[in-house]
């Protein structure tokens, strides 16, 4: 998955992320840049696409 490293400024591909839902139930991904270490989130689709085709 693709995530934005805001202090590197450029796009970092991670493969291992953490998926949870805010408190605002948004569904976010939790990673760390592989190059500065600075923590990166995502904001995910609001169904998975199991949910999606039922």
Same mark, same amino acid.
């Given at each position: 998955? =693709?995530? !934005?490293?805001?202090?590197? #400024?450029? $796009?970092?591909?991670? $493969? =291992?992320? $953490?998926?949870?839902? /805010? #408190?605002?139930?948004?569904?976010?991904? +939790?990673? /760390?840049?592989?190059?500065?270490?600075?923590?990166? !989130?995502?904001?995910?689709? =609001?169904?998975?696409?199991?949910? +999606? #085709?039922?």
């Amino acid at each position: 998955m =693709t995530f !934005y490293c805001v202090q590197c #400024k450029a $796009e970092r591909e991670v $493969e =291992t992320f $953490e998926e949870f839902r /805010t #408190k605002h139930n948004l569904r976010m991904a +939790k990673a /760390t840049c592989p190059v500065c270490g600075f923590p990166l !989130y995502r904001k995910l689709d =609001t169904q998975p696409e199991q949910e +999606k #085709k039922a």
